[in-house]
Protein backbone atom coordinates (compact mmCIF):
# COMPACT_ATOMS: atom_id res chain seq x y z
CA UNK A 1 0.00 0.00 0.00
CA UNK A 2 2.89 2.41 0.94
CA UNK A 3 4.57 1.65 -2.24
CA UNK A 4 0.95 2.58 -4.12
CA UNK A 5 1.29 5.55 -2.58
CA UNK A 6 4.98 6.75 -3.42
CA UNK A 7 4.01 6.02 -6.57
CA UNK A 8 0.91 7.84 -6.75
CA UNK A 9 3.10 10.62 -5.23
CA UNK A 10 5.52 10.59 -7.63
CA UNK A 11 3.47 10.29 -10.65
CA UNK A 12 1.36 13.67 -9.19
CA UNK A 13 4.91 15.19 -8.93
CA UNK A 14 5.85 14.50 -12.69
CA UNK A 15 2.53 15.66 -14.01
CA UNK A 16 2.90 19.34 -11.60
CA UNK A 17 6.18 19.69 -12.94
CA UNK A 18 5.26 19.13 -16.40
CA UNK A 19 2.35 21.46 -15.82
CA UNK A 20 4.75 24.36 -14.80
CA UNK A 21 7.07 23.79 -18.31
CA UNK A 22 4.00 24.17 -20.32
CA UNK A 23 1.30 25.82 -18.94
CA UNK A 24 3.67 29.30 -19.55
CA UNK A 25 3.38 29.24 -23.40
CA UNK A 26 -0.29 29.19 -23.16
CA UNK A 27 -0.50 31.53 -20.36
CA UNK A 28 -2.49 35.29 -21.08
CA UNK A 29 0.15 37.43 -21.00
CA UNK A 30 -2.45 40.83 -21.94
CA UNK A 31 -6.12 40.86 -21.92
CA UNK A 32 -8.04 42.83 -24.13
CA UNK A 33 -12.10 43.39 -24.71
CA UNK A 34 -12.94 43.90 -28.49
CA UNK A 35 -16.81 44.95 -29.62
CA UNK A 36 -18.79 43.96 -32.22
CA UNK A 37 -22.04 42.92 -33.45
CA UNK A 38 -23.12 40.09 -35.41
CA UNK A 39 -22.22 40.40 -38.77
CA UNK A 40 -20.42 37.84 -40.90
CA UNK A 41 -17.71 39.29 -41.51
CA UNK A 42 -16.85 39.56 -38.17
CA UNK A 43 -16.93 35.56 -37.72
CA UNK A 44 -13.40 34.96 -38.07
CA UNK A 45 -13.13 36.34 -34.25
CA UNK A 46 -15.22 33.65 -33.08
CA UNK A 47 -13.14 31.07 -34.80
CA UNK A 48 -9.74 32.53 -33.13
CA UNK A 49 -11.38 32.25 -29.87
CA UNK A 50 -12.53 28.77 -30.59
CA UNK A 51 -9.55 27.31 -31.94
CA UNK A 52 -7.18 28.98 -29.23
CA UNK A 53 -5.14 30.59 -31.58
CA UNK A 54 -5.60 33.65 -29.15
CA UNK A 55 -4.75 32.16 -26.45
CA UNK A 56 -1.71 30.26 -28.09
CA UNK A 57 -0.63 34.03 -28.77
CA UNK A 58 -0.93 35.02 -24.73
CA UNK A 59 -4.02 36.85 -25.03
CA UNK A 60 -7.47 36.05 -22.74
CA UNK A 61 -9.50 37.99 -25.07
CA UNK A 62 -13.24 38.76 -24.25
CA UNK A 63 -15.66 39.51 -27.10
CA UNK A 64 -18.49 41.83 -26.44
CA UNK A 65 -21.91 41.66 -28.76
CA UNK A 66 -23.40 44.76 -28.92
CA UNK A 67 -26.07 45.66 -32.00
CA UNK A 68 -25.71 49.17 -31.68
CA UNK A 69 -23.33 51.53 -33.28
CA UNK A 70 -23.57 54.38 -30.52
CA UNK A 71 -23.00 52.17 -27.85
CA UNK A 72 -20.15 50.85 -28.94
CA UNK A 73 -18.83 53.96 -30.49
CA UNK A 74 -19.65 55.25 -26.34
CA UNK A 75 -17.59 52.48 -24.77
CA UNK A 76 -14.63 52.51 -27.03
CA UNK A 77 -14.39 56.12 -26.54
CA UNK A 78 -14.68 55.54 -23.03
CA UNK A 79 -11.86 52.91 -23.34
CA UNK A 80 -14.36 50.00 -21.72
CA UNK A 81 -13.38 48.28 -24.67
CA UNK A 82 -10.21 48.10 -26.11
CA UNK A 83 -10.93 47.32 -29.85
CA UNK A 84 -13.69 47.93 -32.27
CA UNK A 85 -15.01 45.81 -35.33
CA UNK A 86 -17.04 48.07 -37.60
CA UNK A 87 -16.73 49.56 -41.12
CA UNK A 88 -14.53 51.29 -42.75
CA UNK A 89 -16.15 54.77 -43.06
CA UNK A 90 -17.28 53.96 -39.61
CA UNK A 91 -13.61 54.35 -38.56
CA UNK A 92 -13.38 57.38 -40.27
CA UNK A 93 -16.28 59.10 -37.92
CA UNK A 94 -15.15 57.56 -35.00
CA UNK A 95 -11.37 58.97 -35.85
CA UNK A 96 -13.03 62.28 -36.71
CA UNK A 97 -14.64 62.77 -33.23
CA UNK A 98 -11.18 62.67 -31.80
CA UNK A 99 -10.77 59.57 -30.64
CA UNK A 100 -7.41 57.50 -31.54
CA UNK A 101 -7.12 54.44 -33.22
CA UNK A 102 -5.34 52.34 -35.06
CA UNK A 103 -6.58 49.64 -38.05
CA UNK A 104 -4.27 46.89 -37.69
CA UNK A 105 -6.58 43.94 -39.74
CA UNK A 106 -9.48 44.38 -42.51
CA UNK A 107 -11.98 41.57 -42.14
CA UNK A 108 -13.73 41.58 -44.99
CA UNK A 109 -14.98 43.36 -48.76
CA UNK A 110 -18.85 43.34 -49.34
CA UNK A 111 -19.90 42.46 -52.92
CA UNK A 112 -23.43 42.20 -52.36
CA UNK A 113 -23.39 41.58 -48.94
CA UNK A 114 -25.07 45.01 -48.69
CA UNK A 115 -28.06 46.60 -49.85
CA UNK A 116 -31.18 48.15 -49.89
CA UNK A 117 -34.89 46.51 -49.77
CA UNK A 118 -37.25 47.69 -51.57
CA UNK A 119 -41.20 47.17 -52.22
CA UNK A 120 -41.61 45.50 -55.55
CA UNK A 121 -43.41 49.17 -56.69
CA UNK A 122 -39.91 50.74 -56.16
CA UNK A 123 -37.93 49.64 -59.32
CA UNK A 124 -35.23 52.48 -59.15
CA UNK A 125 -33.03 54.58 -56.56
CA UNK A 126 -35.19 57.75 -57.47
CA UNK A 127 -38.45 55.92 -56.55
CA UNK A 128 -37.57 56.15 -53.01
CA UNK A 129 -38.27 59.90 -53.26
CA UNK A 130 -40.97 59.93 -50.42
CA UNK A 131 -40.49 56.92 -49.14
CA UNK A 132 -39.70 55.75 -45.57
CA UNK A 133 -36.46 54.44 -45.45
CA UNK A 134 -35.18 52.22 -42.83
CA UNK A 135 -31.46 52.83 -41.95
CA UNK A 136 -29.12 53.48 -39.09
CA UNK A 137 -27.60 57.05 -39.19
CA UNK A 138 -23.97 57.13 -38.98
CA UNK A 139 -23.35 53.73 -39.54
CA UNK A 140 -22.08 52.31 -42.57
CA UNK A 141 -26.34 51.44 -44.19
CA UNK A 142 -26.15 55.12 -44.08
CA UNK A 143 -22.95 55.88 -45.99
CA UNK A 144 -23.88 53.66 -48.54
CA UNK A 145 -27.68 55.03 -48.79
CA UNK A 146 -26.03 58.63 -49.40
CA UNK A 147 -24.00 56.77 -51.79
CA UNK A 148 -26.62 55.13 -53.43
CA UNK A 149 -28.80 58.61 -53.47
CA UNK A 150 -25.89 61.11 -54.60
CA UNK A 151 -25.17 58.73 -57.55
CA UNK A 152 -29.11 60.28 -59.12
CA UNK A 153 -28.34 63.31 -57.67
CA UNK A 154 -30.58 62.82 -54.17
CA UNK A 155 -30.00 63.65 -50.88
CA UNK A 156 -31.30 62.06 -47.45
CA UNK A 157 -33.86 65.30 -47.79
CA UNK A 158 -35.98 63.27 -50.75
CA UNK A 159 -36.58 60.67 -48.13
CA UNK A 160 -38.98 59.93 -44.75
CA UNK A 161 -36.09 58.70 -42.88
CA UNK A 162 -36.47 56.04 -40.25
CA UNK A 163 -33.75 55.70 -37.76
CA UNK A 164 -32.97 52.09 -36.31
CA UNK A 165 -30.33 49.18 -36.55
CA UNK A 166 -29.68 47.46 -39.83
CA UNK A 167 -30.86 44.00 -38.38
CA UNK A 168 -34.31 46.25 -37.04
CA UNK A 169 -34.45 47.83 -41.05
CA UNK A 170 -34.99 44.48 -42.17
CA UNK A 171 -37.07 42.98 -39.73
CA UNK A 172 -38.95 46.09 -40.50
CA UNK A 173 -39.03 45.89 -43.98
CA UNK A 174 -40.13 41.77 -44.07
CA UNK A 175 -43.24 43.11 -41.44
CA UNK A 176 -44.20 45.86 -43.88
CA UNK A 177 -43.94 48.84 -41.32
CA UNK A 178 -41.30 50.40 -43.95
CA UNK A 179 -40.87 50.60 -47.48
CA UNK A 180 -37.36 49.89 -48.23
CA UNK A 181 -34.16 49.23 -45.94
CA UNK A 182 -30.73 49.44 -45.56
CA UNK A 183 -29.46 46.48 -44.29
CA UNK A 184 -27.66 43.38 -44.70
CA UNK A 185 -27.37 39.51 -45.34
CA UNK A 186 -29.50 37.27 -43.85
CA UNK A 187 -31.92 40.07 -44.15
CA UNK A 188 -31.32 40.78 -48.07
CA UNK A 189 -32.44 37.38 -48.69
CA UNK A 190 -35.65 37.14 -46.17
CA UNK A 191 -36.84 40.82 -47.26
CA UNK A 192 -36.62 39.10 -51.09
CA UNK A 193 -38.43 36.26 -49.61
CA UNK A 194 -41.03 38.26 -48.35
CA UNK A 195 -42.05 40.13 -51.38
CA UNK A 196 -39.46 42.58 -51.74
CA UNK A 197 -36.15 42.68 -54.02
CA UNK A 198 -32.71 44.10 -53.50
CA UNK A 199 -33.30 47.79 -55.20
CA UNK A 200 -29.32 48.32 -54.96
CA UNK A 201 -26.38 46.68 -53.28
CA UNK A 202 -22.35 46.49 -52.67
CA UNK A 203 -22.19 44.60 -56.04
CA UNK A 204 -23.33 48.24 -57.78
CA UNK A 205 -21.12 49.73 -55.50
CA UNK A 206 -17.96 48.18 -55.28
CA UNK A 207 -14.91 49.53 -52.53
CA UNK A 208 -17.93 51.07 -50.62
CA UNK A 209 -17.80 49.01 -47.73
CA UNK A 210 -15.66 46.56 -45.97
CA UNK A 211 -15.15 46.12 -42.24
CA UNK A 212 -11.89 46.35 -40.23
CA UNK A 213 -10.88 46.49 -36.45
CA UNK A 214 -8.99 49.31 -35.00
CA UNK A 215 -7.38 49.70 -31.44
CA UNK A 216 -7.95 52.26 -29.43
CA UNK A 217 -4.59 54.45 -30.00
CA UNK A 218 -4.01 54.62 -26.17
CA UNK A 219 -3.89 50.80 -26.19
CA UNK A 220 -1.47 50.44 -28.94
CA UNK A 221 0.97 52.65 -27.24
CA UNK A 222 0.65 50.82 -24.05
CA UNK A 223 0.44 47.22 -25.33
CA UNK A 224 1.98 46.81 -28.73
CA UNK A 225 2.80 43.26 -27.75
CA UNK A 226 -0.74 42.41 -27.66
CA UNK A 227 -1.87 43.86 -30.34
CA UNK A 228 1.03 42.11 -32.58
CA UNK A 229 -0.50 38.59 -31.10
CA UNK A 230 -3.53 39.74 -31.89
CA UNK A 231 -2.40 39.97 -35.68
CA UNK A 232 -0.95 36.63 -35.26
CA UNK A 233 -3.97 34.91 -34.12
CA UNK A 234 -5.84 36.28 -36.87
CA UNK A 235 -3.31 35.04 -39.56
CA UNK A 236 -3.59 31.78 -37.89
CA UNK A 237 -7.53 31.84 -38.10
CA UNK A 238 -7.67 32.52 -41.56
CA UNK A 239 -5.11 29.70 -42.72
CA UNK A 240 -6.97 27.58 -40.69
CA UNK A 241 -10.17 28.35 -42.66
CA UNK A 242 -8.16 27.66 -45.58
CA UNK A 243 -7.09 24.52 -44.86
CA UNK A 244 -10.56 23.32 -42.62
CA UNK A 245 -13.19 25.42 -44.17
CA UNK A 246 -16.39 22.89 -42.91
CA UNK A 247 -15.22 23.06 -39.29
CA UNK A 248 -14.61 26.39 -39.27
CA UNK A 249 -17.90 27.67 -41.08
CA UNK A 250 -19.91 25.97 -38.54
CA UNK A 251 -17.71 27.30 -35.75
CA UNK A 252 -18.68 30.73 -36.93
CA UNK A 253 -22.27 30.24 -37.52
CA UNK A 254 -22.19 29.59 -34.01
CA UNK A 255 -20.57 32.09 -32.90
CA UNK A 256 -23.01 34.16 -35.51
CA UNK A 257 -26.23 32.22 -33.97
CA UNK A 258 -27.20 31.06 -37.21
CA UNK A 259 -27.34 28.03 -39.02
CA UNK A 260 -24.24 26.40 -41.59
CA UNK A 261 -26.66 26.87 -44.01
CA UNK A 262 -27.14 30.43 -43.52
CA UNK A 263 -23.70 31.02 -42.67
CA UNK A 264 -22.69 29.69 -46.00
CA UNK A 265 -25.21 31.62 -48.04
CA UNK A 266 -24.35 35.08 -46.63
CA UNK A 267 -20.43 34.43 -47.75
CA UNK A 268 -21.81 34.74 -51.20
CA UNK A 269 -22.03 38.17 -51.17
CA UNK A 270 -18.79 38.61 -48.73
CA UNK A 271 -15.07 38.05 -49.48
CA UNK A 272 -13.50 36.77 -45.85
CA UNK A 273 -9.52 38.53 -45.87
CA UNK A 274 -6.81 36.50 -45.13
CA UNK A 275 -3.60 37.58 -44.24
CA UNK A 276 -2.21 38.00 -47.71
CA UNK A 277 -5.23 39.75 -49.03
CA UNK A 278 -4.66 42.31 -45.94
CA UNK A 279 -0.82 42.59 -46.70
CA UNK A 280 -2.43 43.99 -50.34
CA UNK A 281 -5.15 45.92 -48.89
CA UNK A 282 -2.90 47.59 -46.21
CA UNK A 283 -0.03 47.95 -48.70
CA UNK A 284 4.04 47.57 -48.59
CA UNK A 285 6.18 50.19 -46.89
CA UNK A 286 7.06 51.58 -50.17
CA UNK A 287 3.64 51.82 -51.57
CA UNK A 288 0.30 52.14 -50.11
CA UNK A 289 -2.67 49.90 -50.69
CA UNK A 290 -6.16 50.52 -51.29
CA UNK A 291 -7.23 51.07 -47.90
CA UNK A 292 -5.95 54.83 -47.81
CA UNK A 293 -8.24 55.95 -50.84
CA UNK A 294 -11.04 53.45 -48.85
CA UNK A 295 -10.53 55.52 -45.87
CA UNK A 296 -10.14 58.96 -48.19
CA UNK A 297 -13.17 58.38 -50.10
CA UNK A 298 -15.26 58.24 -46.57
CA UNK A 299 -13.73 61.10 -44.83
CA UNK A 300 -14.13 63.34 -47.95
CA UNK A 301 -17.69 62.14 -48.50
CA UNK A 302 -18.33 62.93 -44.85
CA UNK A 303 -17.14 65.93 -44.61
CA UNK A 304 -18.27 67.22 -47.41
CA UNK A 305 -21.98 66.45 -46.63
CA UNK A 306 -21.02 67.81 -42.87
CA UNK A 307 -21.64 64.52 -41.38
CA UNK A 308 -17.69 65.24 -39.48
CA UNK A 309 -16.55 68.75 -38.31
CA UNK A 310 -13.55 68.22 -40.88
CA UNK A 311 -11.73 65.96 -42.80
CA UNK A 312 -9.07 63.28 -41.32
CA UNK A 313 -5.59 62.71 -42.13
CA UNK A 314 -6.34 58.76 -42.57
CA UNK A 315 -2.28 58.31 -42.57
CA UNK A 316 -3.07 58.36 -38.96
CA UNK A 317 -5.98 56.01 -39.19
CA UNK A 318 -3.42 53.02 -40.12
CA UNK A 319 -1.14 51.05 -38.19
CA UNK A 320 0.47 48.61 -40.85
CA UNK A 321 3.41 47.44 -39.21
CA UNK A 322 1.54 44.69 -37.03
CA UNK A 323 1.04 42.95 -40.33
CA UNK A 324 4.51 43.40 -41.81
CA UNK A 325 5.96 42.78 -38.44
CA UNK A 326 3.83 39.29 -38.91
CA UNK A 327 4.88 38.33 -42.50
CA UNK A 328 7.46 35.33 -41.12
CA UNK A 329 5.48 34.22 -38.07
Known amino acids: MKKLNLLGIAALVVILSLATIVSPLWAAEYSMIISLPTWTGYAPLFLAQEKGFFAKHGLDVELSVTQDLGPRQQAFAAKRVDAMATAHDVQVQVAAAGIPLKIVWAFDDSYGGDGILAKPEIKTIEDLKGKQVAFLRGSTSHFLLLTALSSVGMTEKDIIAV ?89 MANGMGITLDEFVATLEGLKLMDYQDNLAFFGSEGEAGPLYDVLQNAATFYADLKIIPAKVNVQDLVAPEFLWNAKDQ
Open 163 to 251: NMTAGDAGAAFVAGRVDAAVTWEPWLTQGSKSGGHVLVDTKDFPGVIGDSISFHGDYVAKNPEAVQAFVKAMKDAMEYWHAHPEESNQI
